[in-house]
């Protein structure tokens, strides 16, 4: 099946920091990439989607220069957590779909962001 | 309202048993829909998709109901490792986001 990579899977940051997650498309290319966030206990809300050479879609409420993505290749998208702070600290996950796989999509591993 | 809701559960049943998810949606355009399954701390994984005319995958059994925007999954002979969030979504058709309802959690005892 497609996989989709996610970099890093874990960081600790201060607050104030950015933090950069990267989003890989393994075995297949993907014009659109999502970009997920999960609170604890919480459902996997939206933030934006991602599609390759032009701009992001955010989501109601998702601070598009807090919140950077770049989706320079058919295998790669990025999102930048800019100025973090305590309450950016959540499960971030990325999913990319295959076209004829009936709007399935695949999803990265996740990343773990905590800042202090 | 919430565009996917689900039971909150927690379920929590014994080795063996039969469970029922149900779960409504109130896009009335949504044409694609699954069940997922989350284990603590990972991505959601999908277990299956539904079709109108319900389907089948060994002991689950998912069914749609378009009338009624309404969805449900069915596990029998609970094992163990069934123990997860299962999440019910909905798509419209294309390359669209999924709706995520805020999960159930199911715990099978011993």
């Known amino acids: 099946g497609a996989v989709v990579s996610q970099h890093p899977s874990r960081v600790i940051c201060k607050s104030g920091t950015s933090v950069k997650i990267e989003c890989r498309s393994l075995?297949?290319?993907?014009?659109?990439m999502f970009w997920y966030r999960q609170f604890p206990k919480q459902s996997l809300m939206l933030m934006a989607t991602?599609?390759?050479?032009?701009?992001?879609?955010?989501e109601q409420g998702v601070e598009k220069d807090k919140f950077l993505i770049n989706h320079a290749s058919l295998t790669l998208s990025t999102l930048t957590v800019t100025s973090a702070h305590p309450e950016d600290s959540s499960f971030y996950i990325c999913?990319?779909?295959?076209?004829?796989?009936?709007?399935?999509?695949?999803f990265g591993p996740g990343t773990r962001l905590t800042v202090l | 309202r919430k565009e996917v809701e689900q039971d909150p559960g927690p379920f929590n049943v014994p080795e063996g048993a039969t469970v029922a998810f149900n779960c409504t949606y109130s896009n009335s355009a949504s044409q694609s829909f699954f069940w997922y399954r989350q284990d603590c701390r990972k991505e959601p994984k999908l277990l299956m998709s539904v079709y109108s005319s319900g389907n089948e995958d060994g002991r689950f059994t998912a069914q749609l109901n378009r009338a009624s925007q309404y969805i449900s999954l069915l596990i029998r002979d609970s094992k163990l490792s069934d123990s997860a969030t299962y999440l019910c979504?909905?798509?419209?058709?294309?390359?669209?986001?999924?709706?995520f309802g805020k999960g159930t959690r199911l715990s099978v005892i011993a």
């Open positions: 979504v909905a798509s419209n058709s294309g390359n669209t986001p999924l709706v």
């Open positions: 991602s599609n390759e050479g032009s701009k992001a879609t955010y």
């Open positions: 075995d297949f290319q993907a014009t659109t």
């Open positions: 999913s990319a779909a295959l076209a004829g796989y009936g709007n399935e999509q695949f």
